[in-house]
Every structure is written in structure tokens, then in C-alpha cells.
């Protein structure tokens, strides 16, 4: 944002906001190009071949997600605490504020994003 600010020739003591900023110079917010690096780096990482360690532990995070355990073990639970915010979560909250993403009104969770983003 300062440097925003400096090729408008705001000064330091001028107020101004920074919706007005982001407007005026017409950029979008660093959140709305973070959530689409997010979701670029899904499909880049989930059309890598099958033997890619970055794509088995994808697929394992994604599948872990929508409910199936790590491995086949009954007695594996998991650990206590409060659920974090883990990179799924977060992908699929910006394939839900990511307009580019949605097909025919309906919100994909990260199941369906890994299906969609199979075939380009």
C-alpha cells in the first residue's frame, strides 16, 4: 500500500483511505490476489503426475478433509484442540468468494475442486 500511496504522491500525513487508494490507482486487494494464487496452485499441483509427492500429499489432505481417515486404522483419531485452519479450509472459502470458480451457481467443496481441476 505505501507504495500505492507514493505513486499517487499521497504524503504521510495525508489521510485518505485505502478503498480509495485501491480505487484510484485500479488495483485489486492483495487478499483477492492471494485467494487466486490459492487456487492456481491447487490445479497446478493436482494436475502433477500421481507419483509427485506434492500431489499423493494433496490428495491425502483432501481426502482426510471430506472425512476419510489418514489410514485405514479405527483406533487413529484426531489429536485435541481447537480445528485449525488448515489449507483446505482456507482454498475453499476462496473458491467460494472466487467468482471465476463458480459453475452455475453451485459452491464446490475441495472434493469437487480436486475432480474439476483435473482436465484444464
Request: proline share 6%.
Amino acid at each position: 500500500m505505501p507504495c500505492l500511496r507514493r505513486i499517487i504522491g499521497l504524503h504521510w500525513f495525508d489521510f485518505m483511505p485505502n478503498v480509495s487508494v485501491i480505487s484510484q490507482t485500479q488495483q485489486r486487494s492483495i487478499c483477492s490476489r492471494i485467494s487466486d494464487r490459492r487456487v492456481s496452485v491447487f490445479g497446478h499441483v493436482r494436475r502433477l503426475h500421481e507419483s509427485v509427492p506434492a500431489h499423493e500429499a494433496l490428495r491425502l489432505a483432501v481426502k482426510t478433509h471430506s472425512g476419510h481417515r489418514p489410514d485405514d486404522r479405527p483406533e487413529w483419531k484426531r489429536p485435541r484442540g481447537r480445528p485449525r485452519q488448515t489449507w483446505i479450509r482456507q482454498l475453499e472459502t476462496d473458491v467460494k468468494e472466487n467468482t471465476c470458480i463458480l459453475f452455475s451457481d453451485v459452491w464446490y467443496t475441495a472434493d469437487a475442486a480436486w475432480d474439476i481441476t483435473s482436465d484444464r
